[in-house]
């Protein structure tokens, strides 16, 4: 799969703040990519960056292969504050003039107020829209001319639920178009949603990437007693794909570097004279599995 956007050792530093340390990582076409942190962790910092916005101190960036260029600028789409159009005029209106500075014509704006839900709405003065339709024309602005790559740094802030799953879906419909996104967000659940691809930020230092399908993975757990807790112990630690394990009270969560079956699990325990009194899956979400490696980090 062709690498869109290639980070190379990027840091940044606010006078004696160290805003972005050492960051590397790839994005690749057709991946939602979210960039996940808390706040303050660097994920602005790191979008202005690669739109070019503010300069690193050190490190590179390449965008399809090559050094930044107007041609690349011109195939990335981006909603990097918050919305900002004319009030007293229409998102046609409003389009229009995003269209001549972006220096293309008017014929994709029908599209993209489509796309966003907002076509009805596109005579009405800016100033009458909800946050979540300003959001949404922050996004169409960004989508004029069919941008290769979109760029959202939290896109669901502020919005009341029904306008954060307006927003979610219209992300996953623009991804399934072809459209790769990189969207910075605080929130693990909108990552877990909407994210195939995650990059965890913590300090500007890059704790973990991958498939956030993988992340899920790892973090299945089991929650296992037995009348001899002695025994089920070291039967855990001698499973092939044991990972770690942590005692609750008379039961044993064992966590699993892959996802285990629990039958096969419950006849492993079997063939070594265990009877289990207790077998129960737990999923770990992305949460936990986020908040033990900033703990880990800290
Ligand atoms: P948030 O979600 O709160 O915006 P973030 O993960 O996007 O957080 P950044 O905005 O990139 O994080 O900020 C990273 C660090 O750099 C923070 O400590 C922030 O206070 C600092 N910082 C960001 N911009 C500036 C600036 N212009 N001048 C000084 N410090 C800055």
Not at 177 to 190: C, F, M, P, R
Request: hydrophobic share 40%; charged share 20%; glycine share 8%.
């Amino acid at each position: 799969m062709e690498t869109v956007l290639s980070i190379s050792n990027i840091s940044k530093r606010y006078g004696k703040i160290q805003a972005v340390s050492n960051l590397s990582l790839d994005v690749k076409n057709g991946q939602v990519f979210g960039i996940l942190g808390p706040n303050g962790s660097g994920k602005t910092t790191t979008l202005s960056i690669i739109l070019d916005l503010i300069k690193a101190n050190s490190g590179t960036y390449m965008w399809f292969g090559k050094a930044p260029s107007t041609a690349s600028r011109k195939r990335i789409g981006s909603v990097i504050e918050s919305p900002n159009f004319f009030p007293y005029l229409s998102p046609v209106v409003n389009l229009k003039i995003v269209a001549d500075i972006k220096g293309i014509g008017y014929d994709d704006i029908d599209r993209v107020l489509q796309l966003t839900g907002l076509y009805e709405r596109r005579n009405s003065r800016f100033k009458t829209f909800s946050y979540g339709m300003k959001q949404r024309l922050a996004v169409a602005s960004a989508l004029l001319g069919n941008p290769d790559i979109l760029i959202l740094d939290e896109p669901t802030n502020g919005l009341d639920p029904q306008g954060i799953a307006h927003i979610r879906e219209l992300i996953l419909h623009i991804a399934n178009q072809g459209t790769t996104i990189i969207i910075a967000s605080h929130l693990l659940d909108e990552v877990q949603k909407i994210c195939s691809h995650v990059a965890v930020l913590s300090k500007g230092r890059k704790l973990f990437d991958g498939k956030v399908s993988e992340v899920l993975a790892i973090s299945d757990s089991m929650e296992l007693s037995a009348r001899d807790t002695e025994a089920l112990t070291l039967a855990v630690k001698a499973y092939p794909s044991y990972h770690s394990m942590t005692r609750e009270g008379d039961k044993i969560l064992a966590c699993f570097s892959d996802a285990v079956n629990p039958e096969i699990l419950n006849q492993y325990f079997f063939g070594k004279g265990i009877i289990l009194t207790h077998l129960s899956e737990r999923k770990r979400t992305l949460e936990q599995h986020f908040l033990e490696l900033l703990r880990d980090n800290a």
